[in-house]
């Protein structure tokens, strides 16, 4: 079973947060927070929405940055996303 999205939508997943001490000590994802960053899974069509025309910016394998209080969580087989309008996607992440 796989997400496909409508619109303008867009599908993520988390990324595992992970802090490192200034000695370099790895700690696994216990932040308190649920991280903001997260990897483009499935991408919407786009096209024409309440009236404009809707380009899609991203595409799955994007490591992004979204809105805080934004989308819906959805469990698929064991595995957690979320569901965001494209314009709750804040920055996509370049290395």
């Not at 370099?24 to 308190?32: F, H």
Request: charged residues 30%; proline residues 5%; aromatic residues 4%.
């Amino acid at each position: 079973m796989r997400l496909v999205p409508l619109g303008d939508r867009v599908v993520l997943k988390h990324l595992v947060a992970e802090e490192t001490t200034k000695s370099g000590i790895v700690l696994p994802g216990q932040s308190k927070e649920k991280p903001q960053q997260a990897e483009v899974v499935a991408v919407g069509p786009g096209g024409v929405i309440d009236g404009k025309e809707v380009k899609m910016e991203v595409k799955p394998g994007d490591q992004v940055i979204y809105s805080k209080y934004s989308g819906t969580e959805v469990k698929l087989e064991d595995e957690e996303y979320i569901v965001v309008k494209q314009s709750d996607i804040v920055a996509i992440i370049e290395a």
